[in-house]
């Protein structure tokens, strides 16, 4: 196993502060998602997949258990499995399970501290499997790891319906990267959650345990630790409701008073009431991502979904190189 490969952390500060002054002096204020996952916000995220209220991880689970040979068949042998926004690699070990002849595992994650640790833990359940993590925004270009050898086939696994965090124009941009990186003949699977019932949509991220709650307000937490902000967290609550006209989800921190909040030399306002918008999760039918996929030169190849057609996992063949 290769050590984390990781970008500086001065890189990471400086481009972080980019982020986060640009997006609170927006109107309306924005703060990025990917800034969710240090450390503490990962493991609450891992918390929120455990959720009765969070259908997705385990609908995603279910669907891959009861279809995991026709998924490996269809990735093949003798790969490079690529997987974004890696987490603790719950799912992936469906996949490392029904795929004993990988060439190599590359997990890409944001939090460093937290790639190490799942890292470690697969070394010692997978101890014949080259892993060769990456610690890095998988949202921007990247350099793989190449295969010493010989090029070999490269699939990318995206699970968790993460794609809904990017705007439908970035998600295309995106999966561009994705096609760019597997070439000709690599593959993609996906996953995606479905348009459903407002109800199961809101409750799904407004948890009754609040585990959601504390996950947005971890970001505030964030922000005051890493770049010295003085965000109050008493005064700003969480909030996530379903757009429907754009099909999706969206999550705020909504300021409970008129205040204001400082990070270095700039001092930004809120009146009582505005938000932020930390994040959104589009939904997509299964057509709707067929079509953004097209737009990538990614052709679908296989879909599965769970009884109640919560969510689809996708699997896509580039057609040709970009």
């Avoid at 096609?179 to 199961?200: H, P, Q, T």
């Amino acid at each position: 196993m290769s050590g984390v490969r990781a970008v500086s952390a001065t890189n990471r500060m400086d481009t972080m502060r980019r982020d986060v002054l640009a997006g609170l002096s927006a109107s309306p204020k924005t703060l990025p998602s990917k800034y969710f996952y240090d450390e503490e916000g990962s493991a609450l995220f891992d918390r929120i997949t455990e959720l009765d209220a969070y259908y997705p991880t385990r609908t995603e689970r279910g669907i891959m258990e009861m279809h995991i040979r026709e998924m490996a068949d269809a990735v093949g042998q003798d790969v490079v499995l690529i997987e974004y926004g890696s987490g603790s690699s719950d799912k992936t070990r469906l996949l490392l399970d029904a795929l004993p002849n990988l060439t190599s595992y590359i997990p890409i994650d944001i939090s460093a501290e937290h790639l190490e640790r799942t890292v470690q833990e697969l070394q010692e359940a997978y101890p014949n499997l080259v892993i060769n993590p990456v610690a890095a925004d998988y949202t921007k270009p990247l350099v793989i790891p190449d295969d010493p050898v010989r090029r070999r086939k490269r699939v990318v696994y995206f699970p968790g319906s993460t794609i809904g965090n990017f705007k439908p124009e970035g998600a295309r941009q995106f999966l561009k990267q994705i096609s760019a990186v597997i070439g000709m003949g690599g593959g993609l699977l996906l996953g995606v959650d479905r348009k459903k019932e407002r109800s199961v949509l809101e409750l799904a991220y407004n948890d009754p345990e609040g585990v959601t709650a504390a996950f947005n307000l971890n970001l505030l937490v964030r922000l005051n630790r890493e770049l010295g902000a003085d965000f109050d967290l008493r005064a700003f609550s969480h909030n996530a409701f379903y757009d429907e006209e754009q099909g999706r989800i969206e999550m705020h921190l909504v300021s409970a008073c008129d205040q204001a909040v400082c990070l270095g030399e700039h001092l930004f306002t809120f009146h009582d009431g505005e938000s932020i918008h930390t994040e959104n999760s589009y939904k997509y039918d299964v057509a709707d991502a067929v079509d953004l996929a097209a737009t990538a030169d990614l052709e679908l190849v296989r879909d599965w979904t769970d009884a109640k057609e919560w969510f689809s996992v996708l699997y896509f063949a580039c057609a040709k190189r970009l």
